[in-house]
């Protein structure tokens, strides 16, 4: 067999015997890494240490792995326009989370014979979010519902401690907003008191007169 020693270094084609006996010296293991080639190439390693090492590899690649998914957004054709909007925002979160949006529209009774309507009202929905995702499968009626699914636009898709990190900006984001309006709301507030105080001790003045 042709042997690897433990830092890569080629040591040469030797007998199985010999291979084992420098295993055996060096405290090492004698595993075959390609059983197939000719002579069979072997390598000198600490099996224990491989297994540890090639378990870490796959915890880490499972880590890493893209997260992408398909999300489903459903809509109503006699949809109103802040339930529009709030739906429209949750695509584009979507989006921007790099997953692929699945919106469907829904039809009612006589809706069915005009499926236009549906159709519009996703085309609609396209080009309020093309900054964020393109149209991959482009709307079509199956049964009752007219379907259309959205990809993310030149948006990487996020490996999950990403997405933990960017869920904890968010939140921070979210509570920095809540305090400015919150601050604002406080200001206004405050120039509304002094407004009617100021009011109050201009009649006063107005009355003394």
């Known amino acids: ?20 006996n420098l295993a055996k010296e060096a405290n090492l293991d004698l595993v075959e890494v390609a059983p197939n080639a000719k002579p069979p ?14 378990k870490i590899k796959a915890r880490e690649a499972r880590r890493n792995q893209s997260t992408a998914e398909v999300k489903e957004i459903r809509f ?3 949809i109103d326009a802040h339930d529009f909007d709030v739906k429209k925002g949750h695509v584009i979160r979507f989006l921007n989370g790099g997953d692929k949006v699945k919106v469907t529209i829904m039809l ?29 499968f482009a709307p ?18 996020h490996t999950q401690s990403e997405q933990r990190r960017r869920g904890a900006e968010s939140r921070a984001e979210r509570q920095a907003r809540q305090a400015a ?17 100021a009011q109050i001790a201009e009649a006063g003045a107005q009355e003394s007169k």
Not at 42 to 54: F, H, S, T, V
Not at 113 to 134: D, H, K, N, T, W
């Open 1 to 20: 067999m042709r042997l690897i020693g433990p830092k890569g270094e080629q040591v040469g084609v030797i007998a199985t015997s010999v291979a084992l």
């Open 41 to 54: 190439v072997a390598k000198l390693i600490d099996y224990g240490k491989y297994k540890y090492n090639e």
């Open 76 to 78: 109503r054709l006699k």
């Open 108 to 136: 009612r009774g006589r809706e069915q014979s005009r499926p236009i309507g549906g159709v519009e009202l996703l085309q609609r929905l396209a080009e309020e979010v093309e900054e964020y995702g393109s149209v991959e």
């Open 140 to 157: 079509k009626q199956e049964g009752r519902n007219i379907i259309m699914t959205l990809a993310p636009k030149g948006k990487k898709v």
């Open 181 to 197: 309006r919150l601050a604002a709301k406080q200001e206004s507030q405050a120039q509304a008191a002094a407004q009617a105080k």
